[in-house]
């Protein structure tokens, strides 16, 4: 009985950390900055959150070009290279 109580402790502590694990992060101001150079350069002149995803990559959301077209874009994670652009409709 005691050996279960343990396991189910210990599975529970697991499930609990799993989430933290999986949370988007916000980028630091040198990585925002370096991001929105490389989105400047790239012609885009607005974004709404930029956040590196869970799977990897950087996740701009609703980038807009002077044109008023709208993308949905995900960056390389050390190069921040635009490495897929979703028009939004």
């Given at each position: 009985?005691?050996?279960?109580?343990?396991?189910?402790?210990?599975?529970?502590?697991?499930?609990a950390?799993?989430?933290?694990?999986?949370?988007?992060?916000?980028?630091?101001?040198?990585e925002?900055?370096?991001?929105?150079?490389?989105?400047?350069?790239e012609?885009?002149?607005?974004?709404?959150?930029i956040?590196?995803?869970?799977?990897?990559?950087?996740?701009?959301?609703d980038?807009?070009?002077?044109?008023?077209r709208?993308?949905?874009l995900?960056?390389?994670?050390?190069?921040?290279?635009?490495?897929?652009?979703?028009?939004?409709d």
């Amino acid at each position: 009985m005691r050996k279960l109580g343990i396991f189910i402790g210990a599975l529970t502590i697991g499930m609990a950390a799993t989430p933290a694990l999986a949370d988007d992060r916000a980028p630091t101001a040198e990585e925002r900055a370096a991001i929105e150079q490389i989105l400047s350069a790239e012609g885009f002149v607005g974004w709404d959150e930029i956040e590196f995803d869970d799977d990897g990559y950087w996740e701009v959301d609703d980038a807009r070009t002077s044109d008023g077209r709208q993308y949905d874009l995900k960056l390389a994670a050390e190069t921040y290279e635009i490495v897929e652009r979703d028009l939004e409709d």
